[in-house]
């Protein structure tokens, strides 16, 4: 089973609402990411979790803020975003972080920005 | 800096045509990993194979192949007798063993959007 979860599927914020992404996988993995897809173009890695502590962030604006409360939830909390940042937000996990590892993608969550 | 290349924008074929798929990377390292991964319109990334740097052996999945050639930095895929579910756009990405923060940073091509018409 190489089955990771998303939810909401889609959401839609004003500029000054307070939301949660929530992702959720059972494959044992240690490593969690979050990535972030405009239109036409590639993911771009946010975070990284390993064995629940952040080990990377690319410098991600502080109006995002993950948390990952056991190895198996990761969660994107979201607060007075722009509407640039409306895209696809895609998690992933891995057996560990490592880079020979395959990081598995879920759904993701589309988000429009108002 | 590692750097991935997909040429192709977009193809179009007729379905039962073969494609391929180009990829082409760049990295300092020895040690390093490929991968191909398919994203149909409902956004999920599918992953389709991996390919470690000291393993040049070509790889065969049903429809899907894939040549590896290090000589020209180049992890090509092919779908033979390709059909209209195949439609979906495709990344090449790479991943060095480097420094212990690197590893898991995945470096994504652009991707080629692939059109299977019936």
């Known amino acids: 089973d190489t089955e990771v979860t998303q939810t909401p599927k889609h959401l839609v914020m004003g500029m000054t609402n307070k939301k949660s992404l929530k992702c959720e996988q059972h494959?044992?993995?240690?490593?969690m990411y979050w990535y972030k897809q405009k239109a036409k173009k590639p993911p771009e890695l946010m975070f990284v979790y390993s064995y629940e502590k952040l080990s990377i962030n690319e410098s991600v604006p502080s109006r995002f803020s993950p948390e990952c409360p056991n190895s198996s939830l990761l969660n994107l909390h979201l607060h007075a975003l722009q509407p640039e940042d409306s895209a696809l937000y895609l998690c992933?996990?891995?057996?560990?972080?490592?880079?020979?590892?395959?990081?598995?993608f879920g759904p993701g969550t589309r988000l429009l920005v108002l | 800096a590692q750097k991935v290349t997909q040429a192709q924008t977009e193809i179009s074929v007729v379905e039962k045509e073969d494609v391929t798929l180009d990829c082409v990377y760049e990295?300092?390292?020895?040690?390093?990993?490929l991968f191909w991964y398919k994203q149909p319109p409902s956004g999920e990334l599918v992953f389709l194979i991996r390919?470690?740097?000291?393993?040049?052996q070509n790889e065969i999945s049903g429809r899907y192949s894939w040549n590896f050639q290090k000589s020209t930095s180049s992890f090509n895929f092919t779908i033979t007798a390709s059909q209209v579910v195949d439609s979906a756009v495709y990344f090449c990405a790479l991943s060095e063993a480097g420094g212990e923060t690197s590893g898991s940073r995945l470096t994504f091509g652009e991707g080629t959007q692939l059109t299977v018409n019936p």
């Open positions: 990295t300092r390292d020895t040690t390093y990993y």
């Open positions: 494959m044992g993995h240690r490593a």
């Open positions: 992933a996990s891995s057996q560990e972080s490592r880079p020979q590892e395959t990081q598995y």
């Open positions: 390919r470690n740097s000291f393993d040049e």
